[in-house]
Protein backbone atom coordinates (compact mmCIF):
# COMPACT_ATOMS: atom_id res chain seq x y z
CA UNK A 1 0.00 0.00 0.00
CA UNK A 2 1.24 3.88 -0.49
CA UNK A 3 1.82 5.98 2.33
CA UNK A 4 1.74 9.37 2.77
CA UNK A 5 2.38 11.97 5.66
CA UNK A 6 -0.85 14.14 4.44
CA UNK A 7 -3.16 11.57 5.53
CA UNK A 8 -2.41 12.93 9.26
CA UNK A 9 -2.24 16.32 8.31
CA UNK A 10 -4.90 19.32 7.26
CA UNK A 11 -5.81 19.65 3.96
CA UNK A 12 -6.67 17.10 1.86
CA UNK A 13 -10.59 17.20 1.24
CA UNK A 14 -12.46 15.52 3.22
CA UNK A 15 -13.93 13.15 0.55
CA UNK A 16 -10.87 11.93 -0.95
CA UNK A 17 -9.91 11.03 2.93
CA UNK A 18 -13.12 8.90 2.67
CA UNK A 19 -12.66 7.40 -0.56
CA UNK A 20 -8.99 6.43 0.57
CA UNK A 21 -10.31 5.57 3.74
CA UNK A 22 -12.93 2.65 2.26
CA UNK A 23 -9.71 1.25 0.42
CA UNK A 24 -7.81 1.12 3.33
CA UNK A 25 -10.50 -0.53 5.02
CA UNK A 26 -11.12 -3.37 3.03
CA UNK A 27 -7.66 -4.30 3.33
CA UNK A 28 -8.09 -3.59 6.59
CA UNK A 29 -10.29 -6.27 6.64
CA UNK A 30 -8.18 -8.69 4.83
CA UNK A 31 -5.67 -8.79 7.33
CA UNK A 32 -7.89 -9.16 10.00
CA UNK A 33 -9.32 -12.36 7.99
CA UNK A 34 -5.48 -13.25 8.08
CA UNK A 35 -4.75 -12.92 11.68
CA UNK A 36 -0.95 -12.85 10.78
CA UNK A 37 1.55 -13.81 14.53
CA UNK A 38 4.44 -11.86 12.08
CA UNK A 39 4.61 -9.04 10.06
CA UNK A 40 7.27 -8.31 7.94
CA UNK A 41 6.97 -4.84 6.22
CA UNK A 42 9.58 -3.61 3.65
CA UNK A 43 9.65 0.46 3.66
CA UNK A 44 11.32 3.14 2.73
CA UNK A 45 13.02 5.81 4.91
CA UNK A 46 12.75 9.81 3.94
CA UNK A 47 16.05 11.06 5.94
CA UNK A 48 14.86 10.22 9.40
CA UNK A 49 16.63 6.65 10.40
CA UNK A 50 18.99 6.53 7.73
CA UNK A 51 21.67 9.12 6.16
CA UNK A 52 24.10 9.73 3.44
CA UNK A 53 26.96 9.52 6.26
CA UNK A 54 26.32 5.54 5.93
CA UNK A 55 23.11 4.55 3.04
CA UNK A 56 22.77 1.19 3.06
CA UNK A 57 20.68 -0.50 -0.01
CA UNK A 58 18.59 -2.84 2.57
CA UNK A 59 19.36 -3.19 6.25
CA UNK A 60 17.20 -5.71 8.23
CA UNK A 61 16.37 -4.05 11.69
CA UNK A 62 16.64 -6.12 15.10
CA UNK A 63 15.32 -3.46 17.27
CA UNK A 64 13.32 -0.45 15.81
CA UNK A 65 11.77 2.99 17.22
CA UNK A 66 9.40 5.24 15.52
CA UNK A 67 10.43 8.69 15.03
CA UNK A 68 6.65 10.24 15.42
CA UNK A 69 6.67 12.28 12.03
CA UNK A 70 3.86 14.15 10.76
CA UNK A 71 1.43 12.50 13.58
CA UNK A 72 2.71 8.95 13.78
CA UNK A 73 3.49 6.62 16.69
CA UNK A 74 6.60 7.65 17.96
CA UNK A 75 8.20 4.85 20.21
CA UNK A 76 9.89 1.41 20.20
CA UNK A 77 7.97 -1.09 17.88
CA UNK A 78 7.91 -5.15 19.04
CA UNK A 79 10.60 -6.52 16.79
CA UNK A 80 10.77 -10.15 16.31
CA UNK A 81 14.14 -9.66 16.94
CA UNK A 82 15.93 -13.40 17.16
CA UNK A 83 13.73 -14.34 13.71
CA UNK A 84 14.89 -10.82 12.33
CA UNK A 85 18.43 -12.03 13.12
CA UNK A 86 17.82 -15.46 11.24
CA UNK A 87 15.99 -13.83 8.38
CA UNK A 88 19.48 -11.68 7.93
CA UNK A 89 21.40 -14.59 8.09
CA UNK A 90 19.29 -16.49 5.43
CA UNK A 91 19.36 -13.61 3.05
CA UNK A 92 23.50 -12.73 3.59
CA UNK A 93 23.14 -17.14 2.95
CA UNK A 94 21.59 -17.11 -0.59
CA UNK A 95 24.46 -13.98 -1.86
CA UNK A 96 21.76 -11.03 -1.10
CA UNK A 97 23.86 -8.51 1.21
CA UNK A 98 21.78 -6.97 3.62
CA UNK A 99 23.19 -4.39 6.53
CA UNK A 100 21.80 -4.87 10.22
CA UNK A 101 20.38 -2.49 12.70
CA UNK A 102 20.27 -3.08 16.28
CA UNK A 103 18.84 0.41 16.84
CA UNK A 104 16.79 1.40 13.68
CA UNK A 105 14.62 4.58 13.31
CA UNK A 106 11.92 4.24 11.12
CA UNK A 107 9.17 6.64 10.13
CA UNK A 108 6.01 7.09 8.62
CA UNK A 109 6.80 4.99 5.46
CA UNK A 110 7.01 1.96 8.12
CA UNK A 111 4.44 2.91 10.67
CA UNK A 112 1.75 4.78 9.02
CA UNK A 113 1.05 1.18 7.38
CA UNK A 114 0.82 -0.40 10.31
CA UNK A 115 -1.57 2.22 12.61
CA UNK A 116 -3.87 2.07 9.41
CA UNK A 117 -4.28 -1.80 8.79
CA UNK A 118 -4.27 -2.72 12.81
CA UNK A 119 -5.19 0.46 14.94
CA UNK A 120 -2.14 0.86 16.42
CA UNK A 121 2.36 0.15 15.25
CA UNK A 122 2.41 -2.23 18.24
CA UNK A 123 -0.11 -4.72 17.41
CA UNK A 124 2.10 -7.75 16.13
CA UNK A 125 5.40 -8.78 16.01
CA UNK A 126 7.33 -6.89 13.23
CA UNK A 127 10.39 -6.79 11.12
CA UNK A 128 11.06 -3.86 9.48
CA UNK A 129 12.94 -4.02 6.45
CA UNK A 130 14.35 -1.01 4.82
CA UNK A 131 14.61 -0.48 1.57
CA UNK A 132 16.79 2.41 0.06
CA UNK A 133 14.27 4.78 -2.49
CA UNK A 134 15.57 7.99 -2.00
CA UNK A 135 19.04 8.42 -1.72
CA UNK A 136 21.22 8.35 -5.20
CA UNK A 137 22.65 5.72 -6.23
CA UNK A 138 20.28 3.57 -6.12
CA UNK A 139 21.02 0.17 -7.35
CA UNK A 140 18.57 -2.04 -10.39
CA UNK A 141 14.92 -3.23 -9.36
CA UNK A 142 16.09 -6.47 -9.90
CA UNK A 143 17.92 -6.38 -7.08
CA UNK A 144 14.94 -5.83 -4.78
CA UNK A 145 12.92 -8.37 -6.76
CA UNK A 146 16.42 -10.83 -5.16
CA UNK A 147 16.01 -9.45 -1.46
CA UNK A 148 12.08 -10.33 -1.66
CA UNK A 149 12.55 -13.97 -2.86
CA UNK A 150 15.60 -14.18 -0.29
CA UNK A 151 13.09 -13.16 2.43
CA UNK A 152 10.42 -15.27 1.13
CA UNK A 153 12.49 -18.29 1.38
CA UNK A 154 13.19 -17.71 5.17
CA UNK A 155 9.24 -17.12 5.84
CA UNK A 156 8.56 -19.88 4.22
CA UNK A 157 10.78 -22.20 6.50
CA UNK A 158 8.33 -20.54 9.74
CA UNK A 159 5.31 -21.92 11.02
CA UNK A 160 3.70 -18.70 11.08
CA UNK A 161 1.09 -16.69 9.47
CA UNK A 162 2.85 -14.31 7.90
CA UNK A 163 1.47 -11.22 6.39
CA UNK A 164 4.14 -9.54 3.77
CA UNK A 165 3.79 -5.54 3.21
CA UNK A 166 5.59 -3.18 0.65
CA UNK A 167 4.78 0.51 1.46
CA UNK A 168 5.46 2.94 -0.90
CA UNK A 169 4.59 4.40 -4.45
CA UNK A 170 3.29 4.92 -6.85
CA UNK A 171 4.18 7.91 -8.71
CA UNK A 172 5.29 11.05 -7.11
CA UNK A 173 7.55 13.26 -6.37
CA UNK A 174 7.06 15.01 -3.45
CA UNK A 175 9.38 17.72 -2.32
CA UNK A 176 12.90 16.11 -0.61
CA UNK A 177 15.91 16.84 -0.61
CA UNK A 178 19.02 15.28 -2.41
CA UNK A 179 22.95 16.10 -2.19
CA UNK A 180 22.65 17.67 -5.26
CA UNK A 181 19.83 20.51 -4.46
CA UNK A 182 20.11 20.69 -0.51
CA UNK A 183 20.45 24.00 1.56
CA UNK A 184 23.34 23.95 3.67
CA UNK A 185 21.01 23.16 6.58
CA UNK A 186 19.22 20.36 4.31
CA UNK A 187 22.82 18.93 3.85
CA UNK A 188 24.10 18.47 7.20
CA UNK A 189 20.39 16.50 8.20
CA UNK A 190 20.59 14.27 5.37
CA UNK A 191 24.51 13.44 5.70
CA UNK A 192 25.25 13.78 9.19
CA UNK A 193 21.09 13.07 10.68
CA UNK A 194 21.02 15.94 12.82
CA UNK A 195 17.27 15.55 14.67
CA UNK A 196 14.26 18.41 13.78
CA UNK A 197 13.62 21.00 16.74
CA UNK A 198 10.08 20.72 17.21
CA UNK A 199 10.10 24.35 15.53
CA UNK A 200 11.61 22.51 12.18
CA UNK A 201 9.40 19.49 12.41
CA UNK A 202 6.44 22.05 12.47
CA UNK A 203 8.40 24.21 9.58
CA UNK A 204 8.77 20.66 7.41
CA UNK A 205 4.80 19.56 7.77
CA UNK A 206 3.88 23.56 6.92
CA UNK A 207 6.06 23.36 3.83
CA UNK A 208 4.38 19.67 2.91
CA UNK A 209 1.24 21.13 3.20
CA UNK A 210 1.46 24.42 0.81
CA UNK A 211 3.53 22.26 -1.50
CA UNK A 212 0.65 19.36 -1.41
CA UNK A 213 -1.98 22.47 -1.79
CA UNK A 214 -0.26 24.18 -4.71
CA UNK A 215 0.39 20.57 -6.75
CA UNK A 216 -3.22 20.12 -6.41
CA UNK A 217 -4.08 23.91 -7.78
CA UNK A 218 -1.88 23.20 -10.55
CA UNK A 219 1.18 25.36 -9.45
CA UNK A 220 4.10 24.42 -8.19
CA UNK A 221 7.11 22.82 -10.23
CA UNK A 222 6.54 19.34 -8.45
CA UNK A 223 6.32 16.71 -11.40
CA UNK A 224 2.75 15.38 -12.27
CA UNK A 225 1.34 12.32 -11.69
CA UNK A 226 1.46 9.44 -13.55
CA UNK A 227 -1.58 7.12 -13.48
CA UNK A 228 -1.17 5.36 -16.91
CA UNK A 229 2.45 4.56 -15.69
CA UNK A 230 1.11 3.47 -11.96
CA UNK A 231 -1.69 1.26 -13.84
CA UNK A 232 1.36 -0.54 -15.98
CA UNK A 233 3.45 -1.43 -12.78
CA UNK A 234 -0.15 -2.74 -11.46
CA UNK A 235 -0.88 -4.69 -14.69
CA UNK A 236 2.91 -6.03 -13.93
CA UNK A 237 2.26 -6.71 -10.21
CA UNK A 238 -1.56 -8.22 -10.88
CA UNK A 239 -0.16 -10.57 -13.14
CA UNK A 240 2.93 -11.79 -11.18
CA UNK A 241 5.26 -11.18 -14.35
CA UNK A 242 7.69 -9.48 -11.83
CA UNK A 243 10.76 -10.34 -14.25
CA UNK A 244 9.39 -7.11 -16.07
CA UNK A 245 10.37 -4.79 -13.81
CA UNK A 246 13.74 -5.77 -14.68
CA UNK A 247 13.91 -4.07 -17.85
CA UNK A 248 12.94 -0.90 -15.66
CA UNK A 249 16.36 1.66 -15.60
CA UNK A 250 15.62 3.58 -12.43
CA UNK A 251 15.95 6.71 -15.32
CA UNK A 252 12.92 5.37 -16.45
CA UNK A 253 11.43 5.61 -13.35
CA UNK A 254 12.51 8.79 -12.37
CA UNK A 255 11.53 9.84 -16.06
CA UNK A 256 8.20 8.62 -15.66
CA UNK A 257 6.81 8.27 -11.94
CA UNK A 258 8.96 11.27 -10.74
CA UNK A 259 11.79 11.08 -7.50
CA UNK A 260 9.82 9.09 -5.02
CA UNK A 261 8.55 6.21 -7.37
CA UNK A 262 11.23 4.53 -7.01
CA UNK A 263 9.21 3.24 -3.66
CA UNK A 264 7.92 0.58 -5.84
CA UNK A 265 10.94 -1.05 -4.67
CA UNK A 266 9.29 -2.00 -1.45
CA UNK A 267 6.20 -3.76 -3.36
CA UNK A 268 8.27 -5.39 -6.09
CA UNK A 269 10.16 -6.98 -3.15
CA UNK A 270 6.78 -7.86 -1.09
CA UNK A 271 5.08 -9.83 -3.91
CA UNK A 272 8.58 -11.46 -4.75
CA UNK A 273 8.35 -12.93 -1.07
CA UNK A 274 4.85 -13.92 -1.60
CA UNK A 275 5.97 -15.51 -5.28
CA UNK A 276 8.57 -17.96 -3.74
CA UNK A 277 5.27 -20.35 -2.74
CA UNK A 278 3.92 -20.10 -6.23
CA UNK A 279 1.34 -17.95 -8.32
CA UNK A 280 -0.80 -15.59 -6.23
CA UNK A 281 -3.79 -13.65 -7.17
CA UNK A 282 -4.86 -10.10 -5.73
CA UNK A 283 -7.71 -9.31 -4.51
CA UNK A 284 -8.26 -5.59 -3.33
CA UNK A 285 -7.27 -3.73 -5.96
CA UNK A 286 -7.48 0.61 -4.78
CA UNK A 287 -6.12 3.05 -7.23
CA UNK A 288 -6.60 6.98 -6.49
CA UNK A 289 -5.02 9.94 -8.62
CA UNK A 290 -4.41 11.82 -5.52
CA UNK A 291 -2.81 15.61 -6.01
CA UNK A 292 -4.04 16.56 -2.81
CA UNK A 293 -1.67 13.78 -1.11
CA UNK A 294 1.04 14.10 -3.72
CA UNK A 295 0.81 10.57 -5.03
CA UNK A 296 -0.64 8.01 -7.25
CA UNK A 297 -2.16 6.30 -3.90
CA UNK A 298 -2.64 2.76 -4.60
CA UNK A 299 -3.67 -0.67 -2.50
CA UNK A 300 -2.93 -4.50 -3.43
CA UNK A 301 -4.43 -7.69 -1.22
CA UNK A 302 -2.86 -11.15 -2.47
CA UNK A 303 -3.04 -14.44 -1.35
CA UNK A 304 -1.23 -17.65 -2.73
CA UNK A 305 -3.16 -19.25 -5.57
CA UNK A 306 -3.36 -23.20 -4.06
Known amino acids: ?154 LATLDKRVLVLGSGGLSHSPPVPTLATAAAAQLERIVHGRPLSTEQREARQAQVIEAARNFAGGAGDLQPLNPAWDQRFLDIVDSGHLADLDRWSNTFVTQEGGSSAHEIRTWIAAFAALATVGRYRTAVRYYKQAADLIAGFAIRTAVPVE
Open 1 to 154: MSHSPLLNLPGPPRDLLDDVGAGIAQARDFVADFDPELVVIFSPDHYNGFFYKVMPSFCIGLQANGVGDYGTYAGRLPVAEDTAGDCAKAVLGVGVDIAISASMDVDHGTVQPLEKLFGCATAVPVIPIFINAVAEPLGPLHRCRSLGTAVGGF
